[in-house]
């Protein structure tokens, strides 16, 4: 490449890491809001949340777009197409964080009694440890830093943890009283959703990890969800 191709190209990536920056700050924005709305019932913060997931899509339609025809301008090998190919990966993750925290947000229109604040506390401690990682991902992307990236990988089992323990709590409560049932399925609902946004934070972690290795991480992905698995009479439990 000559000199003026190469700060073309660089010019190029540059804009690719802009757009993904500003769609994770909407992202996180969305995931804060979604958990506010949830945690007060504040239906129109909820509106809010659901309305600007169209902003959201957008932004990775622009990304995928842009990266496209990079690869079709530019052709490029090694790191090069693999910082392309991250980009258009992790924008998809963040499209799909982006709907979570939308599916959050909606749930805040179904609960109408007021929410037992133990349970709260559970959930809304979830997706504050979920944002936690969300923006740590976000950071190491950013700064192409792979250690900082493994760290979030590694703390996906204390998400997964505090749903397993959640989840049986709900179940408890619905067991106890049939009155909760609809209230602590749309909690459970909500907890999912912050445990899946954890799944979505290890694929940019293990993106990165490849964007800067140039190969997959060796370890096998840290996952500690057990309630797929568990038994419980009188109710059935699904992630489909």
Not at 189 to 198: D, L, V, Y
Not at 207 to 216: A, E, Q, S, T
Request: proline share 2%; aromatic share 4%.
């Amino acid at each position: 490449m000559t000199d003026h191709t190469v700060k073309a190209y660089d010019e190029e990536l540059g804009q690719l890491k802009t757009m993904l920056a500003q769609m994770g700050g909407l992202v996180e924005q969305q995931l804060d809001e979604a958990i506010d709305a949830l945690s007060r019932r504040d239906t129109a913060l909820a509106d809010r949340v659901i309305q600007n997931d169209a902003k959201v899509d957008a932004l990775e339609h622009q990304v995928e777009e842009r990266a496209i025809l990079t690869i079709a301008k530019r052709q490029p090998v090694a790191r090069d197409l693999r910082e392309i190919m991250v980009a258009i990966r992790v924008s998809s993750d963040l499209e799909r964080i982006g709907d979570l925290a939308k599916n959050t947000a909606k749930r805040t229109h179904a609960i109408s009694e007021p929410l037992p604040r133990k349970l709260m506390t559970g959930v809304t401690r979830m997706g504050r440890m979920a944002q936690e990682q969300l923006k740590n991902i976000l950071d190491a992307y950013a700064r192409s830093d792979a250690a900082l990236a493994l760290e979030v990988w590694r703390t996906d089992e204390d998400l997964d943890a505090l749903y397993n323990s959640i989840f049986r709590e709900l179940l408890t409560y619905m067991m106890e009283d049939p009155r909760n049932i609809s209230l602590c399925t749309h909690l459970l609902f909500g907890a999912k959703n912050m445990e899946r946004i954890g799944d979505h934070a290890t694929n940019i972690a293990e993106n990165i990890h490849y964007l800067v290795h140039g190969k997959p991480l060796a370890e096998g992905r840290p996952k500690k969800d057990i309630t797929s698995s568990l038994r419980i009479e009188g109710f059935n439990h699904s992630d489909e």
